[in-house]
């Protein structure tokens, strides 16, 4: 069992960065991929990015890429995700994800996901 407990939302102007973080509990975290999502209103939870179990291996939807960039540091069980250059089409609740020893493409699939974390809210202004 592995409970995620995100950080870092806002509110934060167009062409600003924020840095949201993924806190894990459990000793098997290292065995985990994870993954952050995002649900805007009234649309469908869609995949952001993800990262390996070893974090050499990422992957991220085209709409991010480039602008965002996921981490991990498995020492502290916590793993990142770096939001630069962000858009009012950003705004959205983020989701933390965890499935174990899976690949980080295998994470863009929402219906493979094992945990989720409760979501924190970013909002950027136009």
């Known amino acids: 069992q592995v409970q995620l407990v995100e950080s870092g939302g806002g509110l934060v102007q167009a062409g600003g960065s924020l840095r949201l973080s993924c806190a894990a509990s459990?000793?098997?975290?290292?065995?985990?991929?994870m993954g952050w999502f995002r649900q805007a209103p009234g649309k469908e939870r869609e995949f952001v990015a993800a990262?390996?179990?070893?974090?050499?291996?990422?992957y991220y939807a085209d709409s991010v890429k480039g602008r965002f960039t996921i981490s991990r540091d498995n020492a502290k069980n916590t793993v990142y995700l770096q939001m630069n250059s962000l858009k009012p089409g950003d705004t959205a609740v983020y989701y933390c994800a965890a499935r174990p020893w899976t690949t980080a493409q295998a994470m863009g699939v929402k219906s493979r996901i094992d945990y989720w974390g409760q979501g924190t809210q970013v909002t950027v202004s136009s």
């Open positions: 459990g000793r098997t975290f290292s065995s985990y991929a």
């Open positions: 990262i390996s179990w070893s974090g050499g291996s990422t």
